[in-house]
């Protein structure tokens, strides 16, 4: 590992345990090994490092929900989508943490939000089309994706609290209420 993904690393599980305003350079610097110099060479400020993180996350997300999806039938791939989340979240927990803490106004920018949108176009896509082809409600864009993020979220907090299994027939009823949250009502 190079000395910039060591900084990135080392800022995303300092973040997520003490919060942006109680990490300060020097500490990473430390924890990373390398100099406070350093970090500057890559990095202008604290808020670029956590952009950076940001970005990062969303790239992978734009990546890995669209990751072996089924060839037949909507649902079985809208599904296969919210499994995907639901699995990279709990095999990634600094990064589901770092998104639910960190990853918010007003520490990330709408601008920096907005710069994101790119790693999603097949996402959106897919809600755009299954809207269009009376898969999913006839509503907008943003509240059914925001219902369909929501359910995964809620699954991955109950699973890491230790409140439910999450596995097995939990994450089959999870997964199917999602559905009926956002199927079309016909």
């Known amino acids: 590992m190079d000395k910039k993904q060591r900084i990135i690393i080392t800022m995303l599980e300092l973040v997520v345990k003490q919060g942006v305003h109680a990490t300060p350079m020097s500490q990473v610097a430390r924890e990373a090994n390398v100099a406070v110099g350093t970090i500057y ?8 490092i956590i952009e950076e993180i940001y970005n990062m996350i969303y790239q992978d997300y734009g990546v890995v929900l669209m990751a072996n999806l089924p060839n037949e039938g909507f ?7 919210w499994l995907n989340l639901y699995n990279y979240f709990i095999g990634n927990p600094l990064a589901f943490q770092f998104v639910e ?6 520490i990330i920018s709408k601008e920096v939000m907005d710069k994101t949108v790119v ?8 809600f755009l089309n299954g809207i269009k ?3 999913l409600r006839d509503a907008p864009l943003r509240l059914i994706l925001q219902y369909a993020y929501g359910n995964v979220v809620s699954a ?3 699973k890491t609290k230790g409140e439910l299994d999450m596995e097995g027939d939990d994450l089959k009823t999870a997964i199917a209420m999602s559905w009926d949250c956002i199927k079309n009502q016909r």
């Open 119 to 126: 790693h999603f176009s097949s996402v959106r896509d897919f």
């Open 75 to 81: 649902q079985k791939q809208y599904e296969a989508m």
């Open 101 to 106: 803490f960190i990853g918010v106004p007003p």
């Open 156 to 158: 991955v907090w109950l």
């Open 133 to 135: 082809d009376k898969h």
């Open 41 to 48: 060479h890559y990095f202008e400020n604290k808020n670029q």
